[in-house]
């Protein structure tokens, strides 16, 4: 009796281990964790080209999770994933759909960032999608009806550049100006040989120039911090001078203004026709007068008539 209960013991902890072990097999191929919460993020893609729920989510190449939902909104997918409850995301890291190995098979690979700041996992995050295998092909397929077009303009350039250089014509024009351009060297060497003495002298002759530039230009800084105080003095009175020379002119100028418009003496003497009649009729009258003294000068003197009344 104790054999058989110990018969059926060990078969039924050999019943309770399969059921476990089927249990952890099949959490396993189901991506089911029993470990508690875990993160879950929401991502959003242009394009996941085949992901399907279940595939893996790897973080800088080690697996921290799986997809756990797709869903197509507004031209984009929205791939939930579910991560570890250790996963910490930090900020400006970027989450990729690329494919897990030549065979096929997609993945979500989240490149990080070294940082301190960590990404709210309930916000929606952007996601990038990398070319792979398929992707390539197809492009290289769109590509390919394009490619015998492409051929065949490069044997028509090949053909032309054939053509080209198989003209004797051509090849004897070659030759002949390499041959010029050999000699316009030779020549070009030969004279550098020849006036070398002249370059050297050249260049010796503009270092010193240079060297008495630095020189006059530090005679100058001297002479001027010499007889600083006497430049500031002569500048001072130059800015003086010019300040009396434009008082000066603005005067010039109002005296011109004023006898241009009659306002001065000299005006009316000059613009104003009534002051300048009165001028000429005195001087005629004077004239006369003069006339006069002279004309009883020459005859009986000057004969002065004058009436004396007292009172």
Known sequence: MNDQKKTELRVGLTVIMGIIVLLW??????????????NKVTVEFQNVSGLEVGDDVTMNGVRKGFVDAIT?????????????????????????????DLMGGKKIEIKTTA?????????????????????????????????????????????????????????????????DLAGLAKEAREMLRLQRDQIDYLIK???????????????????????QDSV??????????????????????GLVDETLSGKNNLGKILYDDSTYAEMQKTLKDARDLLDLIKKQLKNEGINVRARIELF
């Open 232 to 253: 500031t003095a002569a500048i001072s009175s130059l800015n003086s001078l010019l300040n009396r020379s434009d008082k000066l002119i603005v005067k010039l100028d």
């Open 25 to 38: 097999v099949i959490g396993w191929s189901k991506n089911l964790s029993f470990g508690g919460a875990e």
């Open 115 to 179: 940082g301190k700041d960590f990404i709210d996992l309930t916000k929606l995050q952007k996601g990038e999608f990398q070319f792979d295998v398929p992707e390539v092909m197809g492009f290289v397929g769109d590509v390919g009806k394009d490619i015998p077009a492409i051929l065949g303009k490069i044997d028509t350039a090949l053909n032309a550049i054939n053509s080209y250089l198989g003209d004797n014509d051509m090849k004897r024009d070659l030759k002949s100006g390499m041959k």
């Open 72 to 100: 197509v909104k507004e031209g984009a997918v929205l791939v939930e994933l579910q991560l570890d409850n250790d996963v910490r995301i930090p900020v400006g890291s970027r989450f990729f759909v690329s494919m897990m």
């Open 205 to 227: 002759s503009g270092i010193l120039l240079t060297k008495n530039a630095d020189s006059l230009t530090s005679t100058a800084s001297a002479f001027v911090k010499n007889n």
